[in-house]
């Protein structure tokens, strides 16, 4: 038994204190935290983008939209309606992430809106009257340049057809039917501005309309607009208001579970694999031979890799765990779940750890060993393709079957256990009986393939071999 | 004396081929055996079943007195013939670790490996990764691996291969440096020559099954001399008298110096006595026939046909050079 932890202290260590490992296992924590913390930075170094000064010929045979699309236009209109944007994203910003970021992060916000949105642009609608020349009108546009944006000229062009406000009857249907507009720009345009007068001819025309048939705007607004009410579920427990991000988060854990028990499996399962092929291409197993019994090596290597199978497993899970306990949401987690989910990584990781150890037994390169590696992470990938379906009904009878077969049992059951309706309890512990015995089965073959695989060099093993093998021994 | 090692009828076989077929074999101990034999004679798939790594498809292995290595680990040292170290391991740290395997405590482990590098002249290579090691200076760290908790049986599959004269004669002395410390030694070469110059006994192995098994001496003394080498003390000496001396068979010339053979049942000492008269010679001596020879004489007898017998003597010989160069 010593030996046994001995080995596997050599194994978790040689896995563990790698460059490789080490930048894999921290590369998505670090890019997280670079998009929280950097990412703003780097656009605020945008600041200098220039303020866009220029103007909008506007050719209108109505004769009512151009005054309209003026007053829109504004540069005071435009600041006010990105004040009131950045009021909504306050609006819908979590009260816990308000509360944590402060006045600052308020401000930081604002900041960030701003840079988002560019500085305010300062544009001049010109009437160039019914009797202009299309043509000639877009003529200026092809001299206006963005990267000197501050000097003017003319940007785009509107052209308002005659019945955009006043419908006629179209020639094909009877049927009376309204007109718009063409909407000229210069090249390499900021697409916020193009947005700005878009918005502008929008509501130019929507006003016109309304105007002409003698209704009044705010009614219409007012007689549209239902206030949003969210659903207030009711339990057992009582009522509970239901929210967006609980929906959300709901809809993630199931998954995230799932991801987290194939991440920290398939990577130690990997590493197994790689491990003993390089003992084996390195020749030093046969001296390991001498002073360790083959069982005693494999469950050596795979006691470590154990051990990084749970690192990997705590310190996502743990990430995970901290975000749900930041936005309050830990309720939606039940302390039987993470028990399961240890459990079940328990399962699912002797299951891989063994196949993999035997096929790195098994064969002598890494490359041979991608055709025995295939059908293994094919297999995985079941409830990765299934995962909707299952996720929306829990307990279909194929969810049902699914969740009893190993190898695939642990990440069917994760799945169902943390969806919204999670299977009865005989059925989890079936699961996990016949896991046990699946465990038990795969650690008997692999340690024949071990044995037999470890001292053969030459030519690969096909699967028709590995049978074989452990018939053999 | 009790026996280290024990076989009775071992046989294995890979497939449809026989790899190690009836093998009996007593090794006492405190003793010093060379197992001999080309290429694929069985040497290392017996050693492997003497260590447990292989299972034999039929008879009996005693190691120690247990019926399998696995239960006397500790006390076996075992340089394989495919043997490697972990290449990203530091040299200090893979010998602490397969230390610590064959059960030396960890506190002082650390301090032999220090003491073994420097005996074998390694002692700066401590902090290096096991891959920055030359194939040679490897080896030497796998043998310390071998022998770094003093085992009392020490089995060196092929100990020599790929070493240069002054690191080759550098293990023989450690080797011999074992064996004095009492610890029973076996070791395997397709190299006679240097069986010839370590072991006290030769088991020679062809195509599975044992050939020759007894101490060198005996072997010898077996293989009893039969040539006399001739050298003249002209240019060259007269060839018909030598051949009309009595029990002569046949003079042959080589290198300068003459084989002379002797028939059967003649003295070899009165031989040389009346050579020396019929012919006056610089230098007269029994040509004392090499474990190469014994070998080549003993599988001559199973070669059907002189042909094969040529080719198996071309690849000994070239074994032999092979041996030699390194």
């Not at chain 1, 390089?278 to 005693?296: D, G, H, T």
């Not at chain 2, 032999?112 to 040679?136: A, D, I, M, R, Y």
């Amino acid at each position: 038994m010593k030996r046994t932890l001995y080995v596997a202290a050599r194994e978790f260590k040689a896995t563990v204190l790698t460059k490789g490992f080490l930048f894999g296992l921290l590369i998505l924590p670090l890019m997280i935290l670079f998009l929280v913390m950097v990412f703003p930075k780097l656009i605020k170094s945008a600041e200098k983008a220039p303020r866009v000064e220029g103007q909008v010929a506007i050719i209108d045979s109505t004769g009512e939209i151009g005054p309209a699309l003026l007053t829109y236009l504004e540069p005071e209109a435009i600041a006010r309606r990105r004040g009131d944007l950045t009021d909504a994203a306050d609006e819908a910003m979590p009260d816990v992430v308000k509360e944590i970021g402060g006045k600052r992060m308020a401000e930081q916000q604002q900041q960030a809106l701003d840079l988002i949105l560019g500085k305010v642009p300062q544009l001049e609608v010109l009437d160039v009257g019914t009797g202009a020349d299309i043509e000639e009108e877009k003529l200026p546009i092809r001299d206006f340049k963005m990267e000197d944006s501050e000097a003017g000229g003319r940007l785009a062009l509107v052209v308002v057809e005659a019945h955009a406000i006043r419908p006629r009857d179209d020639p094909k249907s009877g049927e009376p039917a309204y007109g718009s507009y063409d909407l000229y720009t210069a090249d390499k345009l900021d697409d916020r501005i193009v947005d700005e007068i878009r918005g502008g001819m929008r509501e130019a025309i929507v006003e016109a309309r309304v105007q002409a048939r003698g209704l009044d705007r705010g009614d219409i607004s007012r007689l549209t607009s239902v206030r949003p009410k969210t659903n207030i579920t009711v339990g057992e427990t009582g009522e509970k208001k239901a929210s967006k991000k609980d929906e959300i988060v709901r809809f993630l854990v199931p998954v995230a579970f799932m991801a987290l028990l194939m991440m920290s499996v398939m990577t130690s399962g990997q590493q197994l694999m790689t491990n003993t092929i390089e003992e084996k291409s390195s020749r030093v197993v046969e001296m390991l031979l001498s002073a360790v019994s083959p069982m005693e090596l494999m469950t050596g290597k795979i006691i470590g890799q154990l051990g990084v199978g749970i690192l990997i497993m705590l310190l996502y899970g743990g990430v995970g765990v901290a975000g749900l306990m930041v936005g309050s949401l830990f309720g939606l987690l039940q302390v039987s779940t993470l028990l399961y989910a240890f459990i079940f990584f328990m399962i699912a990781f002797f299951m891989i750890a063994s196949v993999m150890g035997a096929i790195g037994a098994a064969v002598n390169e890494i490359r041979e060993a991608q055709t025995l590696v295939m059908p293994v992470i094919l297999t995985i990938m079941i409830p990765y393709l299934l995962w909707m379906p299952i996720s929306r009904d829990p307990n279909a009878t194929y969810a049902v079957v699914l969740s009893f077969i190993p190898p695939i049992n642990p990440f069917v059951m994760m799945l169902r256990l943390t969806s919204s309706t999670p299977p009865p309890v005989w059925q989890v512990w079936l699961s996990i009986l016949i896991g046990i015995a699946g465990v038990y089965v795969a650690l008997k073959m692999a340690a024949k393939v071990f044995r037999i695989g470890l001292l053969m060099y030459g030519k690969p093993p096909n699967f028709k071999t590995l049978i074989k093998w452990i018939r053999m021994a | 004396m009790a026996a280290a090692i024990e076989l009775r009828g071992v046989r294995k076989t890979f497939g449809a081929k026989v790899a190690v077929d009836s093998l009996d074999l007593t090794v006492p101990e405190g003793g010093l055996y060379g197992f001999i034999g080309p290429n694929g004679a069985g040497k290392t798939t017996t050693i492997r079943m003497i260590m447990s790594i292989l299972f034999s498809d039929e008879g009996e292995v005693q190691v120690l007195g247990h019926g399998s290595a696995l239960d006397a680990k500790d006390r076996i040292g075992y340089l394989p013939e495919e043997r490697g170290v972990y290449k990203k391991m530091k040299v200090w740290e893979f010998l602490r670790f397969m230390a610590v395997l064959k059960g030396v405590d960890g506190s002082q482990a650390r301090g032999l490996v220090k003491g073994w590098l420097e005996k074998v002249g390694l002692g700066e290579v401590e902090q290096k990764k096991c891959e920055e090691l030359s194939k040679g200076m490897q080896q030497k760290i796998q043998f310390i691996a071998a022998v770094i908790h003093k085992p009392d049986l020490l089995i060196l599959d092929e100990p020599f291969s790929g070493l240069d004269p002054v690191n080759m004669r550098l293990l023989r002395d450690l080797v011999l440096e074992e064996h004095g410390r009492g610890a029973t030694v076996i070791f395997s070469t397709h190299v006679m020559v240097q069986a010839e110059q370590i072991c006290e006994n030769v088991v020679m192995i062809h195509e599975g099954r044992k050939r020759l098994d007894d101490t060198l001496g005996d072997v010898r003394r077996r293989f009893d001399p039969r040539t006399i080498r001739f050298e003249p003390l002209g240019d060259a000496a007269d060839v018909p008298a030598l051949k009309a001396v009595q029990g002569v068979t046949g003079v042959r010339l080589e290198n300068g110096a003459y084989e002379i053979a002797l028939g059967e049942g003649v003295s070899p000492a009165d031989a040389i006595a009346r050579l020396a008269a019929a012919s006056p010679a610089s230098g007269i001596e029994l040509h004392r026939p090499s474990l190469e020879d014994i070998f080549i004489a003993i599988v001559q007898e199973d070669a059907a046909d002189a042909e094969a017998a040529e080719q198996l003597r071309a690849s000994v010989r070239a074994g032999a050079a092979l041996g030699g160069a390194r």
